[in-house]
Antibody
C-alpha cells in the first residue's frame, strides 16, 4: 500500500525556518517524481515545488523561489522541503504528492494527509 | 506561467442534477488536464486525467472533455457523496498549476 506521511509542521515566527519531511513507503520511491502542494485554510490548492526521481531537476512556484528548497534522499525514501524566510502567507497545510507519468498525462495519484505550517508572531 | 480559471466558483445543486464545471487555460495545454475531488478534511482524489480518462474506481457519472484551452467536467446525475470541491490542474508545463476550485453544495 502506498503511503506518504508528512511531518515537521508547526508554529513558526515570521522570518523563521522549518523543514518538512515526507516518508514514503509501498512503492519504489526512487522511480517517481515528487511534489509539494499547499492549501491555506479555506482556500484552494497551490502547487509549490517538484523534484525529479534522482534530484537533478527541480522547479518552484514563483511565490517560494529563493526561500524554499526541495530535496530527497532515495536511500531513506524521504522527500524534504526546507522553508526559510517564512511569511504569514505561507501558512498552509502542506501535502506531499506522488506524480505518475503515463502516455499523454502527468498526474498526482497519491497524496499524503498533510502537515500544517502556521506562520505567526 | 499558465493560469487556470474555473467557473463557477460555487454552485448549488440537488441530488440527480446534471452538473457542469468549466476550466480554462491561459494558453493551449493540449489535453494535459486533470480533475480532482476534495472533501472537507481530506486530501484531494484524482478523478480524471488527460482531459477525459476516468481513473479506476471512479463512477461513470463523471466525465471530462476538452482540449487546447477549454475543458469541462460533467457529473451526469449528482449523488450525495459528490458534494465536494473540484479542482482542475494543468500538467503541460513544469509548473502544475491548479484552478481556483468549484464547490458543489446542496
Amino acid at each position: 500500500e502506498v503511503q506518504l506521511v508528512e511531518s515537521g509542521g508547526g508554529l513558526v515566527q515570521p522570518g523563521g525556518s522549518l523543514r518538512l519531511s515526507c516518508a514514503a513507503s509501498g512503492f519504489t520511491f526512487s522511480s517517481y517524481w515528487m511534489h509539494w502542494v499547499r492549501q491555506a485554510p479555506g482556500k484552494g490548492l497551490v502547487w509549490v515545488s517538484r523534484i525529479n526521481s534522482d534530484g537533478s531537476s527541480i522547479s518552484y512556484a514563483d511565490s517560494v523561489k529563493g526561500r524554499f528548497t526541495i530535496s530527497r534522499d532515495n536511500a531513506k525514501n524521504t522527500l524534504y522541503l526546507q522553508m526559510n524566510s517564512l511569511r504569514a502567507e505561507d501558512t498552509s497545510l502542506y501535502y506531499c504528492v506522488r506524480e505518475r507519468s503515463i502516455v499523454g498525462a502527468d498526474l498526482f495519484d497519491f497524496w499524503g494527509q498533510g502537515t500544517l505550517v502556521t506562520v505567526s508572531s | 506561467d499558465i493560469q487556470m480559471t474555473q467557473s463557477p466558483s460555487s454552485l448549488s445543486a440537488s441530488v440527480g442534477d446534471r452538473v457542469s464545471i468549466t476550466c480554462r487555460a491561459s494558453q493551449s495545454i493540449s489535453r494535459f488536464l486533470n480533475w480532482y475531488q476534495q472533501k472537507p478534511g481530506k486530501a484531494p482524489k484524482l478523478l480524471i486525467s488527460a482531459a477525459s480518462s476516468l481513473q479506476s474506481g471512479v463512477p461513470s457519472r463523471f466525465s471530462g472533455s476538452g482540449s487546447g484551452t477549454d475543458f469541462t467536467l460533467i457529473i451526469s446525475s449528482l449523488q450525495p457523496e459528490d458534494f465536494a470541491t473540484y479542482y482542475c490542474q494543468q500538467s503541460y508545463s513544469n509548473y502544475f498549476t491548479f484552478g481556483g476550485g468549484t464547490k458543489v453544495e446542496i
